[in-house]
């Protein structure tokens, strides 16, 4: 089994258990804290939001957040995403709504394929989060 020799030691099931609750990435409260001091009220649209476990985050903190994700990485065996949190979507809706350039861009963990690259090349706006 693929788990068994990704996670030696783990118990069965701990990655999907992890992945559920936390995503490719936990958000821990430090992080959400510089997110909301460097943003302020500027806003951040995060692409690649996977089931959306930042943008519930960022939202009880105040922030502003639009969130998408094209659905086209998501791990399996995770929930999918709360169309209340994250709307369906990849960097075009950067050229679809120039509004958007207005916010921060949040990129959490993207896919090791050109989804990064093709985010910062559409986005126009001031500060990118990493």
Same mark, same amino acid.
């Given at each position: *089994?693929?788990?068994?020799? #990704?996670?030696?030691?783990?118990? %069965?099931?701990? *990655? ?25 009220? &500027?806003?951040?649209?995060? #692409? ?7 943008? *519930?985050?960022?939202?009880? *903190? ?31 809706? #950067?050229?679809?709504?120039? &509004?958007?350039? %207005?916010?921060? $861009?949040? $990129? ?11 985010? #910062? ?10």
């Amino acid at each position: *089994r693929v788990e068994e020799l #990704l996670y030696p030691g783990a118990a %069965r099931g701990a *990655r999907e258990a992890y992945l559920r609750d936390h995503g490719c990435s936990a958000c821990t409260p430090a992080a959400v804290q510089s997110i909301e001091k460097c943003v302020g009220r &500027q806003g951040v649209v995060e #692409l690649g939001a996977g089931v959306g476990h930042w943008a *519930r985050a960022l939202r009880r *903190r105040g922030l502003d957040v639009r969130a998408f994700d094209d659905l086209s990485a998501l791990p399996t065996g995770g929930p999918a995403p709360d169309p209340r949190l994250v709307e369906e979507g990849n960097q075009d809706v #950067l050229a679809e709504n120039p &509004q958007l350039h %207005r916010r921060a $861009l949040l $990129l959490v963990f993207p896919d090791p394929g050109p989804m990064a690259a093709s985010c #910062l090349a559409a986005y126009h706006g001031s500060r990118v989060l990493f």
